[in-house]
């Protein structure tokens, strides 16, 4: 555009050609061409070139400042807008709890019903006076709602309400799991108090949660109290070893039409510490639970005396492989319970971490990364997770076994399908002398609902008996029988109406399990609230 004007020698202008000579803009004095048509063309293009590269330079700098102070405040905005959802549930009456709540408790927990995987090996006469006990403490609820037995050791029992449109399905189960007495302080099952705590087999998992189911509708009963809904009490005798009475209930009822509207069961409880940043207590409600495999390792080898030791041996091989499992684990995901509890737990965190679990779509890849370290039971909640709790060989310390297994117990999220967690398996091992034995494959349950009316009427409940704690959604890590109602409804939630302390929690299937007597009252309490409002 440039071309055939000449170029000033003195300040690299363009120079206007006036009056027979040439005439500089820049010094606005008549002056000589200090070069060439072809050399000024040049220099002309190479100034402009400079000039426009270092303009261009700097608007790309402050076009990168602009977007990253963009960036950082969307960042904030959200943060600031991730608040906690505030609630009212004033003008609601004092509950007046029964008497003897803690007496039946302690009455239940002196029955062992002792579940097995062998049904041979279970006591009869223990269920048998466990579901005759019910019926001497609660005689209001059995004559009002006589239970139909179904299954092995299934109890249902209908309490009708007012109408059959929208019925609740409450669900406890009376079985409990072995107790070492040598490892008690206490017998396991003698139902006594010492220093304000309850101590037996089943006071937490889960005879509190039966009682007060009980002890709740007695109460309601003798009152003469009408549910809205119709409300099902759904009982299972070995829902500790995975039986057949819950699956048999939920077929009965849908042989029957019945289409359960909500189902509550156990699983979360309130507890503390579990969230970075919040000190508040938080009740977890479970709105799905992880899926579960059982899988068995076998490795073959020659076998022999144990002084000629032929390499590789069958128990080298599964080390390695359980060693490359470990260090293989499933891929980290948040997903829908994840994300609902990092954002209604989150919304009461300090603001620097607000920023994070506000922003999930920018730092969910960071989180994936810092899991493990984020807590044993959240980071059981972002992946599928794999324990090796079984090993077996030879019977003799100095033969090598032909054949040796290791058991692998697996907990599945709803992304890892039993058959791509089998696939991951075969790809992280990558040993075709080892066969990976699928035992019991059981997928993830589908996620309930949180934002309907079943939600609130729970949320309600938690609310209003612990007004301190903060509700919100979760994943449970652990199975229970609830997954089988996944077939007839929607929104199942698991929630142990319970304060838990980390150390309470660890009672759970181990010895010394107990209860504070607070706690069998605040229990009975929930119960009273939400079924009242059922």
């Known amino acids: 555009m440039f071309y055939g004007y000449p170029f000033c020698g003195s300040c690299d202008t363009i120079l206007l050609y006036r009056n027979l000579t040439y005439y500089c803009l820049c010094t606005q004095a008549f002056c000589q061409a200090a070069c060439s048509k072809d050399e000024g063309l040049s220099r002309t293009i190479k100034s402009q070139i400079a000039v426009k590269s270092k303009r261009g330079a700097v608007m790309i700098f402050w076009i990168i400042l602009a977007i990253i102070v963009l960036f950082v405040a969307v960042l904030c905005v959200r943060a600031a807008g991730l608040k906690p959802i505030e609630q009212s549930y004033e003008g609601q009456k004092a509950v007046e709890l029964p008497q003897k709540a803690r007496e039946h408790l302690a009455a239940l927990i002196r029955v062992p019903t002792v579940s097995n995987y062998d049904i041979a090996a279970m006591d009869e006469e223990k269920f048998s006076e466990f579901r005759n006990l019910l019926a001497v403490i609660y005689p209001t609820v059995h004559a009002n709602a006589a239970p139909v037995r179904i299954g092995h050791t299934g109890m249902l029992f209908l309490w009708k309400g007012q109408s059959s449109a929208k019925p609740t399905v409450l669900m406890s189960h009376y079985d409990v799991v072995p107790a070492n007495a040598d490892r008690w302080q206490h017998e396991p099952f003698c139902g006594e108090v010492f220093d304000g705590e309850l101590w037996g087999r089943g006071t937490l998992d889960t005879k509190i949660t039966a009682m007060a189911i009980f002890e709740a509708a007695e109460a309601l009963m003798k009152k003469g109290f009408v549910p809205k809904n119709d409300i099902y ?109 990092f954002t209604t737990v989150g919304a009461h965190a300090p603001f620097a971490l607000r920023i994070v679990f506000a922003n999930l779509w920018c730092f969910g890849g960071i989180l994936k990364l810092i899991s493990p370290k984020l807590g044993g ?29 290791v058991g692998l117990n697996m907990r599945l999220i709803n992304v890892d399908t039993p058959a791509l967690a089998e696939e991951h398996l075969n790809k992280v091992i990558n040993n075709d002398n080892i066969k990976v034995e699928v035992t019991h494959r059981q997928p993830a349950s589908p996620y309930s609902d949180t934002n309907g009316e079943n939600w609130q009427a ?24 609830s997954r089988h109602y996944s077939a007839i409804c929607r929104d199942v939630y698991k929630f142990s109406a319970m304060e838990l302390s980390k150390a309470q929690r660890d009672m759970i299937h181990n010895d010394n399990e107990r209860i504070p007597l607070e706690t069998i009252d605040k229990t009975v309490e929930f119960y009273l609230r939400f079924e009242s409002e059922l």
Not at 395 to 401: A, E, G, M, S, T
Not at 460 to 480: D, E, G, N, R
């Open 233 to 341: 009490i759904s009982l299972a005798g070995d829902e500790e070893v995975s039986g057949e009475s819950t699956p048999s209930i939920v077929a009965y009822m849908k042989e029957k039409g019945i289409k359960p509207n909500m189902v509550l069961d156990e699983g979360g409880a309130i507890v503390e510490g579990i969230f970075p940043g919040v000190a508040k207590p938080i009740a977890v409600v479970g709105i799905g639970e992880k899926g579960m495999m059982n899988v068995q390792l076998k490795a073959k080898s020659a076998g022999g005396h144990a002084s000629t030791p032929k390499l590789p041996s069958a128990l080298g091989q599964l080390g390695k492989a359980m060693v490359s499992c470990e260090k293989h684990p499933f891929k980290a995901h948040i997903t829908k319970p994840v994300t609902e509890l």
């Open 377 to 405: 039971e959240v980071a059981a909640m972002m992946r599928t997770t794999m324990a090796f709790t079984m090993a077996s060989g030879s019977k003799q310390i100095n033969v090598l076994p032909n054949e040796a297994s």
């Open 458 to 481: 729970l949320k309600k409940a938690i609310s209003v008996t612990w007004p301190q704690a903060i509700v919100s959604p979760y994943l449970m890590i652990a199975c229970s029988d």
